[in-house]
């Protein structure tokens, strides 16, 4: 009798062993990308990185921006499209992450909202890393604001952010400030030239 409650005993935990491992692995990376917060931080350039001290971030680390000499840190990773060059701002069409040392069979990606892109791929990059790109929509406007959120990937790991910018489709208050006055000149040079010529 002994020996049969011992053998039930063994089964039971050989059974159990698997469903108590299962809870223990971690979850796939994932990346996010979404609406926005006014205390966003600027990006400025089409090429920069973001990286995840903790590698979720902004669960448990802030998002630490890179652009060319300058580092800005993000709490809550939200930013804004200031992509400026020459007094033009530019729309974010597409984003393209670089992901180095991860194989994207491991990755996956969703959209928080498709309020700026309509789809997300998952795909190998040229230099052995993940490509994560989100496409589609209408894109992020000059000064929109996003977020990006990043899930179960390793410490410090670095995120090569390329954005496909175009000329927004708003211009910029100082632009239309400009092409308004010029209208207003010309129709009050008009209306001078009728006066003196009647």
Same mark, same amino acid.
């Given at each position: 009798?002994?020996?049969?409650? +011992? ?23 994932? +990346? ?24 979720? $971030? ?5 998002? +630490? ?34 992901? *180095? ?6 990755? *996956? ?7 700026? %892109?309509?789809?997300? *791929? ?14 589609? &929509? ?7 604001? %996003? ?10 790991? $670095?995120? &090569?952010?390329?954005?496909? /910018?175009?000329? $927004? ?7 239309? /400030?400009? %092409? !308004?006055? &010029?209208?207003? /000149?010309?129709?009050? &040079?008009?209306? !001078? ?6």
């Amino acid at each position: 009798m002994k020996s049969l409650r +011992i053998a039930a005993l063994s089964l039971l935990v050989v059974l159990c062993a698997p469903l108590a491992q299962a809870s223990t692995i971690p979850p796939d990376p994932v +990346i996010r990308q979404g609406g926005g917060d006014p205390s966003a931080s600027p990006i400025f350039t089409a090429d920069f990185s973001i990286l995840s001290p903790s590698g979720t $971030s902004p669960a448990t680390s802030p998002c +630490i921006l890179t652009e060319g000499s300058f580092k800005f840190t993000s709490p809550t990773c939200f930013f804004e499209d200031d992509i400026n060059p020459s007094g033009t701002g530019l729309a974010i069409t597409k984003l393209v992450f670089d992901i *180095s040392g991860i194989s994207p069979k491991s990755i *996956s990606c969703a959209l928080l909202n498709k309020l700026d %892109f309509t789809s997300c *791929s998952v795909g190998p990059f040229d230099d052995g890393g993940t490509m994560v790109t989100f496409s589609g &929509g209408p894109g992020i406007a000059f000064h929109g604001d %996003f977020t990006l959120n990043f899930v179960a990937f390793p410490e410090n790991t $670095s995120f &090569g952010g390329v954005a496909t /910018a175009s000329a $927004s489709a708003v211009p910029e208050p100082n632009t239309l /400030a400009l %092409f !308004l006055a &010029g209208i207003g /000149a010309l129709l009050i &040079g008009r209306r !001078l030239r009728a006066r003196r010529l009647s």
